[in-house]
């Protein structure tokens, strides 16, 4: 009987971090990006956070950050540059969190730079060391 009780105890144990430790990852994701949004320079107000969305998920999160280009920096008319964001923030200890960034600024300024309309992709990986 004890070693039943020891099992289903271990096995409980186990089951409990396996649960725990995506939804805690995933909490200090958020917390840790919304902290970056409100930290980005904005080099005397030509860069400014417009808009931030943060939808959590268990192994993978979205996120989405708007940033509004000032007046006659670029053109008569503000820009917007959208950065959308997967974060998978699975096991932190055993697996890096991964974050894979998409920069998408509106055509106006794709076309003023000369660039292609293809956005710019960033892969970022964090680990428990940092």
């Not at 409100?38 to 979205?62: C, K």
């Amino acid at each position: 009987m004890k070693r039943k009780l020891f099992f289903f105890t271990i096995g409980s144990l186990l089951f409990g971090f396996t649960v725990f430790i995506p939804y805690w990852t995933g909490v200090e994701a958020e917390k840790q990006f919304l902290l970056l949004n409100q930290q980005v320079p904005t080099h005397n107000a030509h860069l400014v956070l417009s808009d931030t969305t943060y939808r959590r998920g268990w192994l993978i999160s979205q996120a989405q950050s708007t940033f509004e280009i000032a007046r006659g920096v670029i053109s008569a008319e503000p820009q917007q540059v959208i950065l959308d964001h997967q974060i998978e923030h699975g096991f932190l200890p055993i697996f890096p969190t991964i974050i894979h960034t998409s920069i998408a600024p509106q055509s106006r300024i794709v076309h003023w730079l000369g660039l292609t309309e293809t956005p710019v992709l960033v892969k970022t990986t964090l680990q428990f060391d940092g």
